[in-house]
């Protein structure tokens, strides 16, 4: 998609109602949706997290999508596929900021430079027991992008049509830390499984996109 066509369907993606859960469950094995509606979220005293997918043209003019692949430790998000975010500090003065902060941390764009589109629905994430805030940003200019060395392994620059692309949802066996061998529905995006709760995030992206066309 042309940058400039992406742009114009901006005010349409601010008004669009957000489809939340609906879209979240069709990226969460069966099993865990029934799991998740017993769980008392608040007693289980959550931190909290914002994260930014960040829309850009490249060299081309064309929309990309920033993703990054998690170094590997001792965690369970270890060598995952997820969008530039992280942890609230005690200078962010909200979510928002605590999204475009670690975005300039962990893949040089300077914060300034995102123009936050609006906010997407919320997501806990039982493994790390984290609620997660998402936004959508947008940036004018093709970014420099520089991983955080102790971060990041690699940053992945998605084209928007290939992920909009439905032949690239599909079905994946994996292993995680708390189960094996389950299938999973995903996203094929650069090569790369994107599953769990990133993979949550993107298909409420992907819905809203499709119903602004």
């Given at each position: 998609?042309?940058?400039?066509?992406?742009?114009?369907?901006?005010?349409?993606?601010?008004?669009?109602?957000?489809?939340?859960?609906?879209?979240h469950h069709?990226?969460?094995?069966?099993?865990?949706?029934?799991?998740?509606?017993?769980?008392?979220?608040?007693?289980?005293?959550?931190?909290?997290?914002?994260?930014?997918?960040?829309?850009?043209?490249d060299?081309?003019?064309?929309?990309?999508?920033?993703l990054?692949?998690?170094?590997?430790?001792?965690?369970v998000?270890?060598?995952?596929?997820?969008?530039?975010?992280?942890?609230?500090?005690?200078?962010?003065?909200?979510?928002?900021?605590?999204a475009?902060?670690?975005?300039?941390?962990?893949?040089?764009i300077?914060?300034?430079?995102?123009?936050?589109?609006?906010?997407?629905?919320?997501?806990?994430?039982?493994?790390?027991?984290?609620?997660?805030?998402?936004?959508?940003?947008?940036?004018?200019?093709?970014?420099n992008?520089v991983?955080?060395?102790?971060?990041?392994?690699?940053?992945?620059?998605?084209?928007?049509?290939?992920?909009?692309?439905?032949?690239?949802?599909?079905?994946?066996?994996?292993?995680?830390?708390?189960?094996?061998?389950?299938?999973?529905?995903?996203?094929?995006?650069?090569?790369?499984?994107?599953?769990g709760?990133?993979?949550?995030?993107?298909?409420?992206?992907?819905?809203?996109?499709?119903?602004?066309?």
């Amino acid at each position: 998609m042309d940058f400039q066509d992406f742009k114009d369907r901006i005010p349409k993606l601010k008004k669009i109602v957000l489809p939340g859960e609906k879209a979240h469950h069709k990226l969460v094995p069966g099993n865990r949706i029934e799991e998740m509606r017993n769980l008392d979220i608040d007693s289980l005293k959550p931190n909290k997290a914002g994260v930014m997918a960040v829309f850009y043209p490249d060299n081309f003019g064309k929309t990309h999508l920033v993703l990054i692949l998690r170094k590997t430790y001792k965690g369970v998000h270890s060598n995952q596929i997820g969008f530039p975010g992280g942890r609230v500090e005690p200078e962010d003065e909200n979510l928002q900021q605590t999204a475009l902060r670690e975005t300039e941390e962990e893949v040089g764009i300077p914060r300034n430079n995102i123009e936050v589109i609006r906010a997407l629905t919320r997501l806990y994430i039982p493994p790390s027991n984290f609620w997660v805030q998402p936004y959508l940003g947008l940036l004018e200019k093709t970014p420099n992008l520089v991983p955080q060395e102790s971060e990041v392994e690699r940053i992945l620059e998605v084209d928007l049509d290939h992920f909009l692309d439905h032949s690239n949802f599909v079905k994946q066996e994996l292993s995680t830390s708390y189960s094996s061998n389950m299938i999973v529905p995903a996203f094929r995006l650069n090569e790369q499984i994107v599953w769990g709760a990133t993979g949550m995030m993107l298909s409420e992206i992907r819905e809203i996109f499709r119903k602004s066309f």
